[in-house]
């Protein structure tokens, strides 16, 4: 039992590059969430899916897509990063009855943008 | 709208002191409360939560307790140790309807502590 995982674990990309972070979770959990997180800033949300085909902008879309093409797997890009995109982006997923304090966090990805 | 707010750090204590680490909340309706924990390259686990006014959450010696009228909701620990230092996130989450909102994190607050 894998939890939540995580592809790449790290990665440096050049401004205008494009990429795209794996999130995959095998607890058949229906919602999954994006967040990133910068110093002093906490961890604010980019976006969330409830469910396979389903997604919805957080506190912080702008620069992101996502997609939930399947339950088990949540993708974020970045289409043409920037500085500004320079973080660490955790993902997480919950069971939709439990409560959001149930999310389980993957272990994150530091991307650098220069 | 809903926010945290939890105080500044770094906090640097020696082993065996008293930590105390501020915790206050604006929220629409009634949130539920909780405090994370980030050990160096991890992701974010779980401490301790409350639901309810006056409601104490405790966890590995550590507690916080439901301060409605003062919206707070700070964590204490009696006794730290060297393993406790990390980086603490007070969230809140607000139910909309039958259903339970996303988390809300503050800062978080980094935790040194000195054998």
């Known amino acids: 039992n894998a939890g939540v995982t995580q592809t790449p674990k790290f990665r440096v990309l050049k401004t205008g590059q494009s990429m795209t972070l794996l999130c995959a979770q095998d607890m058949n959990h229906e919602y999954m969430y994006w967040y990133r997180q910068d110093p002093g800033m906490g961890l604010r949300l980019i976006h969330y899916s409830v469910g396979e085909g389903t997604t919805a902008k957080g506190e912080v879309p702008d620069g992101y897509n996502v997609s939930r093409l399947k339950k088990q797997n949540f993708l974020l890009g970045l289409e043409s990063a920037a500085p500004s995109q320079t973080s660490v982006y955790f993902c997480?997923?919950?069971?939709?009855?439990?409560?959001?304090?149930?999310?389980?966090f993957g272990p994150g990805t530091r991307l650098t943008v220069l | 709208g809903n926010s945290v707010t939890q105080m500044e750090g770094p906090v640097t204590l020696s082993e065996e002191a008293f930590l105390t680490i501020n915790c206050t909340y604006t929220a629409t309706g009634y949130p539920s409360l909780f405090w994370y924990v980030q050990y160096p390259g991890e992701g974010l686990q779980l401490l301790l939560k409350a639901t309810k006014a006056d409601d104490k959450g405790s966890n590995k010696g550590f507690e916080a307790t439901y301060r409605k009228e003062t919206t707070s909701f700070h964590l204490e620990k009696g006794s730290v140790q060297v393993s406790d230092s990390a980086v603490y996130f007070c969230?809140?989450?607000?139910?909309?309807?039958?259903?339970?909102?996303?988390?809300?994190f503050g800062k978080g607050t980094k935790l040194s502590v000195k054998p």
């Open positions: 997480a997923s919950r069971h939709r009855d439990r409560g959001a304090d149930t999310q389980y």
């Open positions: 969230a809140l989450s607000v139910k909309y309807g039958g259903s339970q909102g996303n988390l809300i």
